[in-house]
């Protein structure tokens, strides 16, 4: 079955430093991979997704995120954070061989941007 | 532009009460998911719909049910509400067109007394 592990639950970054976010799926195929971020009480908006093609995808707010098969990874990248960042970052995958499939999400990982 | 729109975005019902909560998709979206969020838990996939037709089921209970009218927007019932049932319920709705993009509402957060 496919499953999304986000090793980190809470992430500590200041102001201006870089960002990293872990994502690793289970799929045998290749995954179609999505990054999530929800604010306090609020709905999930997509920040990027990685379907084929590249390997790095490039999405909103300056967030990218790099798809390696070798190591089942899809970890989210940020050169500077902003204290806007501060956040709840969901990684999913979607389920089964289509890209319109359920959404299977990890557990998500708290970023707090210290000033 | 338009977004998905849920209704009502708090709500408040006695145990063993009965709720519906409702989900309009972005225009010419044919495709609704529905997800329950727990406090501090990650989103819970519960039912899908495409084109009016169910087209997956996830961990839904048999206490729940739903389904996707003809204008494409859906409804969630839920009865014999307990307080486990207190989440945060999240619709989101896209289209075959849009390659796996999928734009999620902004939630209805449900409580149970």
């Known amino acids: 079955a496919q499953s999304v592990t986000q090793p980190d639950i809470h992430i500590t970054v200041s102001e201006g430093a870089s960002l990293e976010l872990r994502c690793n799926y289970s799929?045998?195929?290749?995954?179609?991979l999505f990054w999530y971020v929800q604010s306090p009480g609020q709905g999930l908006q997509l920040l990027l997704k990685?379907?084929?093609?590249?390997?790095l995808v490039q999405g909103i707010k300056g967030f990218e995120a790099e798809f390696k098969r070798s190591q089942s990874s899809f970890n989210l990248r940020k050169p500077s954070v902003h204290w806007s960042d501060a956040a709840e970052y969901f990684c999913a995958v979607a389920h089964g061989s289509s890209n319109t499939g359920k959404l299977i999400f990890g557990q998500g990982t708290t970023l707090q941007v210290k000033p | 532009a338009a977004g998905v729109i849920q209704s009502p975005r708090h709500l408040i019902k006695e145990k063993r009460e009965t709720a519906t909560l409702k989900c309009y998709p972005i225009p010419r979206h044919d495709t609704v998911y529905w997800y329950q969020q727990g406090p501090g838990q990650d989103p819970q996939f519960l039912i899908s719909?495409?084109?009016?037709?169910?087209?997956d089921k996830g961990s839904i209970p048999d206490r729940f049910s739903a389904q996707q009218f003809s204008d494409y927007h859906s409804e969630l019932n839920m009865s014999s509400l307990e307080l486990g049932d207190s989440a945060l319920y999240f619709c989101a709705s896209s289209s075959w067109g849009l390659a796996g993009v999928r734009f999620f509402g902004p939630g209805t957060r449900l409580t149970v007394l």
């Open positions: 719909f495409y084109e009016k037709m169910q087209s």
């Open positions: 799929y045998g195929a290749t995954p179609y």
């Open positions: 990685y379907f084929s093609g590249d390997t």
